[in-house]
């Protein structure tokens, strides 16, 4: 099982807590500020839950985010990431994939699958929507989330 990764944030930027399950971002940052998970996935079939407690700020983007030689926390997830955005976008790997209608909000509870031996990667938000990205065989990937400035969200994992 793997958690939020507090190791690139010794600033108060988050605040993790529940044994780094839930994640509260306190950004006054002028950009995005991507948070990754602890753990790489390379393999397998991976099933994760993320509950947006919270959604007060520009946009957070939730999803799986190529992982590349020098990854930091200041990343451009547009261009090495499938996910899908509070403002109602969706991104896949290089371009913008889509529309979705109602985006994402308080309230919602986000069911996550990677799942290497179909090469797929869903994001369900129950019967609102569904993405579906391809392509993630023979990658590795890493759980991400992207805050934009001044954001106040609070989100939790559960598996």
């Avoid at 950009?31 to 994760?48: A, D, P, Y």
């Avoid at 985010?65 to 899908?84: D, E, K, S």
């Amino acid at each position: 099982m793997w958690t939020f990764d507090p190791s690139p944030f010794p600033n108060n930027e988050f605040e993790f807590q529940n044994n780094n399950l839930t994640i509260k971002c306190n950004s006054a940052n002028a950009f995005v500020t991507t948070l990754l998970g602890n753990q790489r996935l390379k393999s397998g079939i991976h099933i994760w839950n993320v509950s947006v407690d919270q959604l007060a700020g520009n946009y957070v983007c939730i999803g799986i985010l190529q992982v590349q030689n020098n990854m930091n926390c200041r990343v451009n997830y547009y261009t090495q990431a499938h996910c899908v955005c509070s403002d109602k976008f969706t991104y896949n790997l290089n371009k913008i994939a889509g529309d979705i209608s109602n985006g994402i909000d308080t309230g919602d509870v986000l069911e996550i699958t990677l799942d290497f031996e179909s090469n797929v990667f869903t994001i369900k938000n129950g019967q609102q929507f569904e993405y579906q990205g391809n392509n993630v065989q023979g990658k590795e990937f890493v759980p991400y989330f992207g805050f934009s400035n001044y954001n106040n969200s609070q989100l939790s994992l559960f598996f």
